[in-house]
């Protein structure tokens, strides 16, 4: 008997690899916004959390739930939010999203940019309630936030797909 020939498609990628990968990549996206960029109000939108978006929107099998507790806590300690904001924002962002889930039948891509917006708009309101005074007039800040994040989901979930479709590549 001859041993049986190795496959020409190579290894599947684990998912506890496609995971690690996954918020990897969350966690690097915390950390654009502290890339020097000279201006007099910020306007780079949360690059974390629409990559944590983008990954859960396109598998909810990558990231788990309870993901977004770990990778908020890395977002509030590089953003300078209080501590804390992001790991509940995130959190309950995820737990509405795997609700969402359960209850759709199927999604279209607009329908995951939609709730991508949806997510962020809530995520800067509720950090800038945590965060900002009620008498601080930044209300239009975070609505040029919100419109800069809607527009740039596309990019994060194509950006996610292609490190997703780079790394199940047969090796």
Known sequence: MTAPRPSKFGEPISARRRSLVAAGV??????????PVVASIPYLPPFGLLLLLAWRLRNPAILPVWAGAPLGLWDDLLSGQPLGSAVSLWTATLIVIDILDHRLVWRTFWQDWMIAAIAVAVFLFGA???????????????????????????LAARACGRVDEIGQRPR
């Open 26 to 35: 969350v966690m690097l996206g915390s950390l654009l916004p502290i890339v």
């Open 128 to 154: 800038r309630l945590a965060s900002t005074p009620l008498t601080a007039h930044v209300d239009g800040v975070i609505l040029i936030q919100i419109i800069i994040a809607a527009a740039l989901y596309p």
